[in-house]
């Protein structure tokens, strides 16, 4: 059996453990940080734009049960409008200027508008709104209510 003398050089024959479990962790964040790098920005933005959306809805929704009068949304080539609501709180532009609103062309297209109405009845009837980008063709994102539930946001499969 081979010993070592104090002072003599010492053989590496392989990594330590240590060393290979930082190794792992660095690869790890590395990945970590390729796989956010690399999501959809347009499907993000989409459903970021969407998620706020619905929280207006509801919001006027409930506002509208409160006061007893009908509140409606209006979507059109600039953006969109609550009207029942005074003062005009809620915003009405979307967050990513390529967010728009499925079948109601661009600024240039003629203006259609797509409308819901939330309330103030408790019991609205199933309403939907698909949002899509300008920039990324074939993205979108389903907003709907079956009438009783809020808002949620639907993101088709790819």
């Not at 933005?45 to 809805?57: I, N, P, V």
């Not at 969109?80 to 240039?108: H, K, N």
């Not at 939330?118 to 009438?147: F, H, K, N, W, Y």
């Amino acid at each position: 059996m081979q010993t070592l003398a104090a002072g003599s050089p010492r053989r590496h024959r392989g990594f330590t453990l240590l060393e290979l479990l930082v190794v792992m962790a660095i690869v790890a964040m590395v990945s970590l940080g390729v796989g956010f790098a690399l999501r959809d920005g347009a499907l993000a933005q989409l459903e970021r734009d969407a998620d706020r959306l619905g929280a207006m809805l509801e919001s006027a929704r409930a506002r509208s049960r409160v006061t007893g009068v009908p509140v409606r949304w209006y979507a059109d080539a600039q953006g969109f409008r609550f009207e029942g609501l005074t003062p005009p709180e809620l915003p009405q532009a979307w967050l990513d200027s390529d967010t728009r609103v499925a079948g109601i062309p661009g600024p240039t297209g003629a203006a259609d508008t797509a409308t819901l109405l939330l309330g103030p009845e408790p019991i609205i009837g199933p309403q939907e709104v698909v949002l899509v980008s300008t920039s990324q063709t074939g993205r979108s994102v389903r907003l709907a209510t079956d009438g009783l539930r809020p808002f949620s946001v639907q993101v088709p499969g790819p």
